[in-house]
Every structure is written in structure tokens, then in C-alpha cells.
């Protein structure tokens, strides 16, 4: 089983609502990410988690709030977020961090829009 | 800075022909992969390549891991309407990090 789920499929909000999407997989995975993807673009990294901990924050304005509650879980907090954040964002989850071949399974995505 | 170059970045093809998709970097990576991705869909592999050199078959997709490991190639022999997606290339440095470096893209429509 090599599937990561994503939970809202779509989201709209407005620019002062509080919203969260959620990511999870069961393949025991330590290593856990959020892409951001504008069309027909390649994912741009966000935040990479190993064992729970942030290790990578690609420089992540604040309004963007990313949670690991546990090893199978990952939270992306969103507030009083713009218009061109609108974009499809997209959690992955590998074995580890480092080393070896490692690689990396995608979940198929929020599709968000900030009206 | 993007560090992985894919050409074409657009192709549309008519079903059966082939076609190669590249991926060229001057950075040496410890493995590369390609996905597949549709509209609205998060990006599906297709295949991980580690040795330089190195061949893969997935059905009617051939990938090759150049030499030096730092280019690739995706071939598709008589495509067909299903292929059509956006194809990306990413590759891993290795070490104390999984961080991917991915690829410009290439957008395939293949027509009935």
C-alpha cells in the first residue's frame, strides 16, 4: 500500500477564514512534506517533517502554519491567506530523511482557492 | 534556482507516434525519478533510477539514467490518449536530506 490521502479534495476560503487540510498515511513513513503547485508548474517545497520534527522550512510566509501531530499525520494551518495562494498543495510522505534511494509518494491534493 | 531542465516543455503528438522526453542537469544526483501527473491529481511515480547507466521498462515507457547520473530520458513508444499528463523529472542528492530538485515539466497531449 503506497498511498498518502488528502482530505478537503477542494477548498474555498476567504481571506480572513481559518481553515486546515490534512494529510496522512499508513506505510510507516517518518518523512512526511507539503508542495505547493501553481498549473502546470512543478511542486515547489514547503515544509519537509522528520520524526515529527520541522526540519526544512523553505522560507514559508507565517500565514501558512504546517503541524505533525504524529508519524502519520500532517496539518497545514492556513489564516488570513491571498488571493494568489491559490494553488493545488500537496502532501508526500517517504520512509526517512537521507540516504539511500528514499523515495517519495504523493497524495492527490487540496485544490485550494482564496477568494 | 532550477537545477533540472526538461525538454520539450509541450508536445502534442497523435496516438502511436513515440516521442523522448529529457532531463538535464550539471549536478550529479544519487537517484532520479519520474512521475506522472494528471489535472487535478498529485503526481504518480512511474520510476526510480539510481545506477548510471541505467535502463528501465515500465510497459511501452523506457527510462534511461545517464552515464554520469546527470541527465535522464523517458521514451514512449506508441503512445495513447491514457499517457497524456504532465511528465516530471526529480532528482535526490542523497546525504542528510530527501529534498527533491524538480524538473521544468513537460506537458504530453496525446490525440485520439
Known amino acids: 500500500d503506497t498511498e498518502v490521502t488528502q482530505t478537503p479534495k477542494h477548498l474555498v476560503m476567504g481571506m480572513t477564514n481559518k481553515k486546515s487540510l490534512k494529510c496522512e498515511q499508513h506505510?510507516?513513513?517518518?518523512?512526511m512534506y507539503w508542495y505547493k503547485q501553481k498549473a502546470k508548474k512543478p511542486p515547489e517545497l514547503m515544509f519537509v517533517?522528520?520524526?515529527?520534527?520541522?526540519?526544512i522550512n523553505e522560507s514559508v510566509p507565517s500565514r501558512f502554519s504546517p503541524e505533525c501531530p504524529n508519524s502519520s499525520l500532517l496539518n497545514l494551518h492556513l489564516h488570513a491567506l491571498q488571493p494568489e495562494d491559490s494553488a493545488l498543495y500537496l502532501c508526500?510522505?517517504?520512509?526517512?530523511?537521507?540516504?539511500?534511494?528514499?523515495?517519495?509518494?504523493f497524495g492527490p491534493g487540496t485544490r485550494l482557492t482564496v477568494l | 534556482t532550477q537545477l533540472l531542465e526538461q525538454s520539450p516543455q509541450f508536445l502534442s503528438i497523435q496516438e502511436g507516434e513515440n516521442l523522448t522526453v529529457y532531463c538535464n542537469s550539471s549536478?550529479?544526483?544519487?537517484?532520479l525519478q519520474w512521475y506522472r501527473q494528471e489535472p487535478g491529481e498529485g503526481p504518480v511515480l512511474l520510476v526510480t533510477?539510481?545506477?548510471?547507466?541505467e535502463v528501465k521498462k515500465l510497459k511501452r515507457l523506457t527510462f534511461q539514467f545517464g552515464d554520469a547520473r546527470k541527465d535522464s530520458s523517458l521514451h514512449i513508444t506508441a503512445a495513447q490518449p491514457g499517457d497524456t499528463g504532465l511528465y516530471l523529472c526529480?532528482?535526490?542528492?542523497?546525504?542528510?536530506?530527501?529534498?527533491?530538485?524538480f524538473g521544468t515539466g513537460t506537458l504530453l497531449a496525446v490525440q485520439p
Open positions: 508526500a510522505s517517504s520512509h526517512r530523511t537521507g540516504g539511500g534511494t528514499d523515495t517519495q509518494y
Open positions: 506505510m510507516g513513513h517518518r518523512a
Open positions: 517533517y522528520s520524526y515529527e520534527k520541522l526540519s
Open positions: 549536478s550529479v544526483f544519487s537517484s
Open positions: 533510477v539510481v545506477t548510471g547507466g
Open positions: 526529480a532528482g535526490r542528492y542523497g546525504g542528510a536530506t530527501n529534498k527533491l530538485i
